[in-house]
């Protein structure tokens, strides 16, 4: 077990592996990384756009713009962390 602070402050207990110890902690993103998130902060606008254009207005392009967003929050994590969660 790991022991973790919680969010209130108070110890808290997890299984180890379930997820890295630093999941939770700020990444500050490395000079080339904050170049590959603004690429992909860039490649997910113009297709944000594209989709605004084309999808008729409806559940259907609402949900597909937030799924796009959160695609798009999944794509900087996987800039900044490992597999395992640790930072890179």
Do not use: C, I
């Amino acid at each position: 077990m790991t022991r973790l602070m919680s969010v209130e402050g108070s110890m808290t207990s997890r299984q180890e592996g379930y997820m890295h110890p630093r999941t939770f902690d700020r990444v500050d993103p490395t000079p080339d990384q904050q170049e590959q998130l603004r690429r992909l902060r860039v490649a997910a606008e113009v297709y944000a756009n594209t989709l605004d254009e084309v999808l008729p207005e409806g559940p259907d392009k609402t949900f597909t713009m937030r799924q796009l967003r959160t695609v798009a929050m999944w794509a900087n994590v996987a800039v900044t962390r490992q597999a395992d969660g640790s930072p890179r």
